[in-house]
């Protein structure tokens, strides 16, 4: 993710980490469908519960934060989306 050709801001790579699991794990399409949207509770449970990061509740709750910050997620109603950034055609 922290690529130079990415116009969003560098992020430590724990927080990286956090957000290639919530990607993978939450916006993966599944049986062709197209997940749009996740909540932050469901985000956060699947933070804690994933084994390869270990993070604490705090830890997984400024993970969330700081990806909403830096503008990796954007929230909707209460629920989180991914941010694609813009790319040349």
Same mark, same amino acid.
């Given at each position: 993710?922290? %690529? !130079?050709?990415? +116009?969003?801001? +560098? /992020?430590? @790579?724990?927080?990286?980490?956090?957000?290639?699991? /919530?990607?993978?794990?939450? #916006? %993966?399409?599944?049986? &062709?469908?197209?997940?749009?949207?996740?909540?932050? @509770?469901?985000? /956060?449970?699947? *933070? *804690?519960?994933?084994?390869?990061?270990? *993070?604490?509740? @705090?830890?997984? %709750?400024?993970? !969330?934060?700081?990806? *909403?910050?830096? &503008?990796? #997620?954007?929230?909707? %109603? &209460?629920?989180?989306?991914?941010?694609? +950034? @813009?790319?040349?055609?």
């Amino acid at each position: 993710m922290n %690529d !130079l050709t990415d +116009p969003r801001p +560098p /992020l430590p @790579e724990w927080i990286v980490d956090a957000y290639d699991v /919530l990607c993978t794990s939450c #916006f %993966d399409p599944v049986d &062709g469908e197209d997940i749009q949207s996740v909540s932050r @509770e469901h985000a /956060l449970t699947v *933070l *804690l519960n994933d084994t390869d990061i270990s *993070l604490e509740s @705090e830890d997984a %709750d400024y993970a !969330l934060t700081r990806l *909403l910050e830096r &503008g990796y #997620f954007y929230a909707v %109603d &209460g629920d989180l989306r991914v941010t694609t +950034p @813009e790319t040349d055609v």
